[in-house]
């Protein structure tokens, strides 16, 4: 309860600071409403608002678990009145098909890598561009930063022919190579700025106590990063798992990923929405989950008290 | 413990900066001994490069018998207590004790044992488990503490550690840090631009001006035989008050002239200082402290010890009076007294006024009021003498030999 509480009064004395400067009695309806975040009625709102939010998610849901009959006959919403339509047959019948398993399991061997090495990579890199000295190192960062305006449509071609004469070509490795070559600029973008702004008092206190580099990478960076490496990592995650550019170019037939086998089902089948709709929503469920392992690590602020 | 000794120690920062200038300290085991100096002066600087956080850039920094230029800061054993205190805001107050023993791998129990004796002793036995957000300022202050001595370094170096507390909170932990430090007899080298701290926790206090260390000696030397005219305006509070002055000579005795009226200078005090009587006839810049000075309506003395003006202000502390006046002498101007006008934040003095502005520490039974003429006695015993030039204090040796410094004392 007390976690509630204290966002409530720091934005409080916020507002109450902003408005003694412009000698103004009104705040803004964004600042009234944060300020009253823990009272009921605005709970009550949100729920409205989150169930509101939901509705679409809802109905793939629903789709996904009638016959096509009777999607093709009626809206999913029948569902509250006619619970009987509720069947598993689409998901029974989507697993029965091995493209589809073998290709939600090229999703997964693809995303989860990729995300693992940039998430690794980055924070390494990250620590490295933000406190080790070393020469050239402001010119190395510049160069990553210029690397993040690399639209990725003018890699697909010089890459394919770099794959070309190697085993590579077509191979899920080749794919999470490519996810982690255009990842890592923002990666290591995103968490040398947070990074950089971990107190330096307390890496020299680490290094006072003993620490060598890794250590104090371990012990002192990993957990203050926390929030913004689980950030990193669910954007990351969200980015490969949902790609589909990516994967059409890359990927043979045998290591396609979900979303390349839901397109050419799109395509080859032309109206069956009950397939579609129970692959689809089996798609979205991962990240979904993904992202409420790692959620709170967006709220907590770990960084309070640390120097005064 | 170990002895820690700076020669010669430099440090010009990458920008062209030079923040310190050969630097000599030889701190004996043991001993505590206080930085001491405006804002900007270098005084971070120093410790950091004894904590080797920052790289010497000339001059060799011995910690033991190990000479340590090279040695990262893991290796040189010592331990930090940092300005902002710098607590693992992940770690409860346990493991921020702890971190450095868990470093250093020492065996489960013994870790605890140690992180339980140091919180005994710092009054955090019952806030182990928390997290340091959720400790008040003079907590978290202890927990740096702890966490330094916990490791039974070879040295502690503190960062202006209480200069985040709250005057009264400053107070206590001043005399637990005092008496801490006598309990565990560790080296240790505290920076702080309050001399009041400097003062009372030193065995010895190095005053250190832009980078140069101008005097190193026990409080109680700095304050009666300042080497120059910054470390006379630095130390004690109010501060010295210094006015241009002329010495001249009368019978073995003296009496220095200031505009309209003089003082005497006491036969036994030229004895004492045969280096005054080279400037016999000459400008001198003569320092008066607060505290040598009573209202004369007090007690009786001859006439030649007073000064007469009329009160400025009377600010009443209660055990004493802080009255302002001025005297017709025109202040003390050089580089020091710009030095020290710089760090008190006053834009400047102006070298042209004929009046001083003084200051004088009177027993709270004086009865003088604003506007009311004023007679001053002054303790000519312990008026101070310095080189208007040089700014060097006009003392007991033979000139060039005027500075205290390093080896003068053990
Ligand atoms: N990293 C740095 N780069 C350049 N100049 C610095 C740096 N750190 C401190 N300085 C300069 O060195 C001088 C001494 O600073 P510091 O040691 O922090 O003084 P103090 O602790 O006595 O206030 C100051 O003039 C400051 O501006
Ligand atoms: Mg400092």
Known sequence: ?????????SAEHTRSAAAGNEGAPHRSLAARLVARVGSGAVQVLLILIALFWMVPTLGLLFSSLRSPQDNASSGWWTVFTEPAQLTLRNYAVLLDNPDFVSSFGNTVLITVPSTAIIVVVASLAAYAFAWLEFPGRDWLFLGVVGLLVVPIQVALVPISSLYGGTPLYGSIPAVVLFHVGFGLPFGIFLLRNFFAAIPR??????????GRELTIFRRVILPLGGPAIASLGIFQFLWVWNDLLVALVFAAEASQPMTVALQSEMRQFGANIDVISAGAFLSMVVPLLVFFAFQRYFVQGVMAGAVK | MARVHLSGIGKT???GTSAVTGLDLDIAEGE?????????????TALRMVAGLEEISSGTLTIGDRVVNRTPARDRDVAMVFQSYALYPHLSVRDNIAFGLQLRKLPKREIKQRVEDAAETLGLTEHLDRRPRNLSGGQRQRVAMGRAIVRQPQAFLMDEPLSNLDAKLRVQMRAEISRLQRDLAVTTVYVTHDQVEAMTLGDRVAVLKKGVLQQVAPPQELYDHPANLFVAGFIGSPAMNLLQGRLEADGSAARVELGGQSLAVPAALMAERPRLREYLGREVALGIRPEDMEDAELGTGDQDTLLTSTTDLVEALGPELLVHFQLPAPPVVTEDTKELARDAGAEGIDAAAPYSDVIARFSPRSRTGTGQPLRVRVDTGHLYFFDPATGDGIWGEPASATQQKEGTHA
Do not use: H, N
Request: a negative charge; glycine letters at 12%; charged letters at 25%.
């Open chain 2, 13 to 15: 920062y990458p920008d």
């Open chain 1, 201 to 210: 008092d307390l890496l020299e206190a680490a290094r006072m106590d003993g």
């Open chain 1, 1 to 9: 309860m007390s976690a509630q509480v204290e966002p409530a009064e």
């Open chain 2, 32 to 44: 505590f001994l206080v930085l001491v100096g405006p804002s900007g002066c270098g005084k971070t």
